[in-house]
């Protein structure tokens, strides 16, 4: 069983920069995969950054947010800069982990990031 707590969402100025946190907890093997979805009402949940062996940006986001892990920490970072009106969505955590039988993929609660003036 894992469980995801998120934060660093917030309301920002369309150019500003925030910083989201990501921390898993439980037991498990290992975690594989840790990343960040984003999702607007009546839109599908997109991909923005996610890390596995190697790591993947949505081309709307690339150039300004980073991600990063602390793999002792269990805990994925997504660094976004220059912020713009269209990143406002709720950001979701991702994770995939092993039990050592199978693959299992848990979410994070979300965490409202808002880039507005």
């Known amino acids: 069983q894992v469980q995801l707590v998120e934060s660093g969402g917030g309301l920002v100025q369309p150019g500003g920069s925030l910083r989201l946190s990501c921390a898993a907890s439980?037991?498990?093997?290992?975690?594989?995969?840790m990343g960040w979805y984003r999702q607007v009402p009546g839109k599908e949940r997109e991909l923005v950054a996610i890390?596995?062996?190697?790591?993947t940006y949505a081309a709307s986001v690339k150039d300004r947010f980073t991600i990063s892990r602390d793999n002792a920490k269990n805990t994925v970072y997504l660094q976004m800069n220059s912020l713009k009106p269209e990143d406002t969505a709720v950001y979701y955590c991702?994770?995939?982990?092993?039990?050592?039988?199978?693959?299992?993929?848990?979410w994070g609660q979300g965490t409202q990031v808002t880039a507005s003036s």
């Open positions: 890390c596995r062996d190697t790591t």
């Open positions: 991702y994770v995939r982990w092993t039990n050592g039988m199978g693959f299992h993929v848990n």
């Open positions: 439980g037991t498990f093997f290992k975690i594989t995969a």
